[in-house]
């Protein structure tokens, strides 16, 4: 794994090429042109302390532009890609935006992990885990607020079984991952964490912090987390937040041709079904 993280100012990244970190920290950082063929690749664009200059808190000026985009391909088979511009939970935390490809496939074996972590995420482009012959790897998306635009496909697939994908936090609210407060999936993206072959549906979570009275979960493509054609059991979605809306092009399943269905779980205070969708 490549990790380009801060340093001390004089000080090169370990096992790499040396990096003017000073510069990064403050600066966009982008992960464009030529696919990646390392195992895995992170970028982060982070700040040193705050210090104060003439009153003014540059750092934390500079903290709140940063970036991370990929609007080319990043690909790391069986393995890690990480892009990140801060903890989520930090709320300094810069912006995620991918509308290219990050490809983590499975070869040869289960499909390996993409995270994407920032304060404001927005993924329009592809992200892939599948693989072909074992089961789904995983998809991490975390951040203060999530979109996913219409161009958005996460495919969590897998021959044995489907993957995991945990948009905003993990099933109901629980470990470590810090919760969205606004998780929105636009008309036109797409969720797929079912098994291909024989092996049960996977697990995919859109949701925001239930506990924050104005949290909100939109839901208005398709999430899909199928049992096996040969074999298998359908998997289970979770959409949570204070306030739920399901829009008019949503679509989720959990069937399973061989196996049984699986579940759906909408767990908010305040939810909207809409009437054709209903």
């Known amino acids: 794994l490549l990790a380009l993280a801060r340093q001390e100012p004089d000080a090169p990244v370990e096992g790499s090429t040396a990096v003017d970190l000073a510069e990064l920290a403050k600066s966009v950082a982008h992960a464009q042109g030529p696919s990646a063929a390392a195992r895995g690749l992170s970028l982060a664009a982070q700040v040193p302390e705050p210090v104060l200059v003439d009153g003014e808190p540059e750092a934390l000026r500079t903290m709140l532009d940063n970036l991370v985009e990929n609007k080319g391909a990043i690909r790391a088979d069986n393995g890690l890609v990480i892009l990140t511009a801060g903890a989520a939970?930090?709320?300094?935390?810069?912006?995620?935006?991918?509308?290219?490809?990050?490809?983590?496939?499975?070869?040869?074996?289960?499909?390996?992990?993409?995270?994407?972590?920032?304060?404001?995420?927005?993924?329009?482009?592809?992200?892939?885990?599948?693989?072909?012959?074992?089961?789904?790897?995983?998809?991490?998306?975390?951040?203060?607020?999530?979109?996913?635009?219409?161009?958005?496909?996460?495919?969590?697939?897998?021959?044995?079984?489907?993957?995991?994908?945990?948009?905003?936090?993990?099933?109901?609210?629980?470990?470590?991952?810090?919760?969205?407060?606004?998780?929105?999936?636009?008309?036109?993206?797409?969720i797929d964490a079912s098994a291909t072959q024989n092996g049960d549906g996977g697990e995919i979570v859109l949701g925001s912090d239930i506990n924050q009275a104005d949290s909100q979960t939109s839901v208005d493509g398709v999430l899909l987390a199928q049992g096996g054609a040969e074999g298998g059991n359908g998997g289970r979605i979770e959409t949570s937040a204070a306030n739920v809306d399901i829009g008019n092009a949503a679509l989720l399943d959990t069937q399973a041709p061989a196996g049984r269905t699986g579940l759906w779980l909408l767990d908010p205070y305040n939810y909207t079904i809409d009437s054709t969708a209903a």
Request: proline share 1%; glycine share 22%; charged share 15%.
């Open 89 to 190: 939970s930090d709320l300094l935390a810069g912006a995620v935006n991918n509308s290219g490809i990050v490809e983590a496939t499975g070869l040869s074996r289960q499909g390996g992990r993409i995270v994407l972590d920032g304060g404001t995420v927005t993924n329009d482009g592809t992200l892939d885990v599948s693989s072909a012959t074992d089961k789904g790897g995983e998809v991490e998306i975390t951040g203060q607020h999530i979109t996913l635009n219409g161009n958005s496909r996460i495919d969590a697939t897998g021959a044995t079984g489907g993957g995991v994908v945990h948009v905003g936090g993990e099933w109901q609210g629980g470990g470590n991952t810090p919760q969205a407060t606004t998780v929105t999936m636009n008309e036109g993206a797409r």
